[in-house]
């Protein structure tokens, strides 16, 4: 029908037909562009994840739920959620797979260091509301230096050690 009344009456409907034409001429490119720029998009997006999967150097480590560690030769069993609380620390560093790790002979995750002092800082990540409690200056000290090492910072305490009296930075 509407060639019938081009063909008839004109101009009016020519117009009509080409404004038409027109606007689903621009849909069209809007389409397109949006299709694009979605493409793209989710180009970007699989090329990161393949950036990332490619960063995985052990992705075992990376999925374990609980993970076992031999400390200065002492064994410790944990959860990952326990030693990843703190980000940018040593120990989320460690079971993130994407640096290589040291392991003793059963496949544990090797951690040269002093297990005492471990143990002082295992602790505090199990149950954050309660500070360290060092015996003495020297342990306070020596705990201080062991977060430093590992990256935990015992907030919201500040490393203020009521018994072994030491601020983080010097005795009190």
């Given at each position: 029908?509407?060639?019938?009344?081009?063909?008839?009456?004109?101009?009016?409907?020519?117009r009509?037909?080409?404004?038409?034409?027109g606007?689903?001429?621009?849909?069209?490119?809007?389409?397109?562009?949006?299709?694009?720029?979605?493409?793209?998009?989710?180009?970007?997006?699989?090329?990161?994840?393949?950036?990332?999967?490619?960063?995985?150097?052990?992705?075992?480590?990376?999925?374990?739920?609980?993970?076992?560690?031999?400390?200065?030769?002492?064994?410790?069993?944990?959860?990952?959620?326990?030693?990843?609380q703190q980000?940018?620390?040593?120990l989320?560093?460690?079971?993130?797979?994407?640096h290589?790790?040291?392991?003793d002979?059963?496949?544990?995750?090797?951690?040269?260091?002093?297990?005492?002092?471990?143990?002082?800082?295992?602790?505090?990540l199990?149950?954050p509301?309660v500070?360290p409690?060092p015996?003495?200056?020297?342990?306070?000290?020596s705990?201080?230096?062991?977060?430093?090492?590992?990256?935990?910072?015992?907030?919201?305490?500040?490393?203020?050690?009521?018994?072994?009296?030491?601020?983080?930075?010097?005795?009190?």
């Amino acid at each position: 029908t509407a060639w019938r009344e081009v063909e008839m009456g004109g101009e009016a409907p020519r117009r009509k037909i080409n404004e038409e034409r027109g606007k689903l001429d621009q849909e069209k490119e809007q389409q397109r562009r949006k299709h694009l720029l979605e493409r793209e998009k989710f180009r970007q997006e699989y090329e990161a994840f393949e950036v990332e999967r490619r960063r995985i150097v052990d992705s075992n480590i990376a999925a374990e739920t609980m993970v076992d560690l031999n400390v200065g030769g002492v064994i410790f069993e944990t959860s990952r959620h326990t030693l990843i609380q703190q980000s940018g620390s040593y120990l989320e560093a460690l079971l993130s797979g994407r640096h290589p790790v040291s392991r003793d002979r059963q496949g544990r995750i090797f951690i040269d260091r002093d297990s005492e002092l471990f143990r002082v800082v295992l602790n505090f990540l199990r149950n954050p509301a309660v500070p360290p409690t060092p015996r003495d200056d020297s342990e306070s000290v020596s705990v201080c230096k062991e977060a430093e090492f590992y990256g935990i910072r015992f907030f919201p305490f500040s490393l203020v050690f009521a018994v072994g009296g030491h601020n983080g930075v010097e005795h009190l």
